[in-house]
């Protein structure tokens, strides 16, 4: 079959879950040729506002087509700001008839994370390919629901994982993966931000809240990425907080931990709420790969006995290139850079690690 007969197919097929619902849709589906994917945000807050919606301006492959907000102001707003027909505009009850439309062919949710689970499941269902920002899920378990619901309905899953796609983090990666520098033999990464909000979703258990689920998983990342191995336990951890009167209950507002990864090579990590802090230091045989910032959405810079690792580029050009890498892999028929897996192994280290603060203990993973 010649290449633009089969794309022609995929992009039919990619409109193929709205065919049984109308008419309308199946003219629709089958008179525009998609070279671009249409994407609906759901959850119009600070990421979705100031980077994606942005960075859904720079994308080539893909465009912001419609949006999902329980804020009628907020629809009101974006609806005038970015162009959006009514039709393309969702409250989170309409949410599920998204089913019967053509223009968006992937759902981003952008929401707490207590909510991610519901909202991929369901927009899975609507048979959407879908977009999930981190953490992925609360637990385990939901994640594996997450994967299920996209598997059972033929959908992809990207966890919203920007430094996968962006170059120093790719070429840290390359230089370890293929031992450049000989063996890792140590990792110490730690990633926060003083946040001064004091009722936020971010310090409220219920809704996904505590440091260690929102930037503890960069620094989760770190140590695995940066080792390039899965670890096989949690050494020690601690959770702790200065503002007890913000992080109530026990809630963590920095947290430590000391992660053990086969061979017994060990990494230390630290997130917190409590001070602007953000590494990336690996050791290996021949050397040391340093990235500083680590996880800022620009200005990264890194360095190695191999030499400078240096790529400048503008706000929000990590989102854009993210967001254009995922959907040429929805309309190639692509696995996904970061799927769903990648997001459940760091709640799995994350539930690990609320288990050894609790305990006092070491806990195998
Ligand atoms: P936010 O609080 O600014 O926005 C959350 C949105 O969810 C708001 O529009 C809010 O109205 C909506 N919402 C719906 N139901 C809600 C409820 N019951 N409680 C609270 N809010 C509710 O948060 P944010 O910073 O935009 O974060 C959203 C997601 O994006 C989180 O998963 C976060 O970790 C992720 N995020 C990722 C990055 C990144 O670099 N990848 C950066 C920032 C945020």
């Known amino acids: 079959m010649n290449k633009s007969r089969r794309d022609v197919l ?4 990619l409109g193929s879950s709205a065919l049984f619902f109308s008419p309308n849709v199946l003219l629709a589906a089958t008179r525009r040729k998609k070279d671009k994917l249409g994407i609906a945000l759901v959850g119009l807050g600070y990421y979705s506002t100031d ?23 907020k629809a009101e707003a974006w609806k005038a700001k970015y162009n959006i027909p ?5 409250n989170y009850q309409t949410f599920d008839t998204i089913a019967n439309n053509p223009d968006i062919d992937v759902v981003y949710v952008v929401l707490p994370p207590s909510m991610h689970k519901e909202y991929v499941v369901r927009a899975a269902n609507a048979g959407k390919h879908v977009w999930c920002e981190k953490p992925m899920a609360m637990t385990v378990d939901e994640c594996q629901a997450m994967i299920d619901a996209c598997n059972k309905n033929k959908q992809s899953l990207a966890i919203g994982y920007r430094l996968h796609h962006e170059p120093h983090t790719q070429e840290y990666r390359r230089i370890v993966n293929n031992k450049l520098l000989g063996k890792v033999t140590g ?6 931000y003083r946040d001064n909000r004091t009722n936020h979703w971010k310090q409220t258990r219920e809704l996904g809240g505590g440091v260690l689920y929102d930037m503890g998983v960069y620094a989760i990342q770190g140590a695995r990425l940066g080792m390039g191995m899965e670890p096989v336990a949690i050494v020690s951890a601690t959770t702790s907080t200065t503002r007890p009167e913000i992080y109530k209950n026990g809630l963590d507002e920095t947290t430590v931990a000391q992660l053990e990864f086969p061979g017994g090579v060990l990494a230390d990590i630290k997130t917190s709420f409590g001070e602007n802090v953000n590494f990336l230091n690996i050791t290996c045989e021949k050397g040391e790969i340093k990235v500083e910032p680590y996880s800022a959405y620009n200005g990264l810079k890194a360095s190695s006995p191999l030499g400078e690792i240096y790529h400048p580029y503008d706000i929000p050009w990590q989102q854009a290139k993210q967001m254009d890498d995922n959907a040429t892999s929805i309309m190639q028929g692509k696995p996904m850079l970061v799927p769903g897996e990648e997001g459940l192994r760091d709640i799995r280290v994350v539930q690990a690690i609320y288990k050894s603060a609790a305990s006092k203990q070491r806990v195998t993973i």
């Open 86 to 90: 009514d039709k393309n505009i969702y």
């Open 51 to 73: 980077l994606l919606a942005p960075a859904l301006q720079q994308t080539k492959n893909c465009y912001l087509a419609g949006i999902v907000t329980g804020t009628p102001a």
């Open 187 to 192: 990792v110490n990464c730690a990633a926060g």
């Open 10 to 13: 995929k992009t039919l097929a």
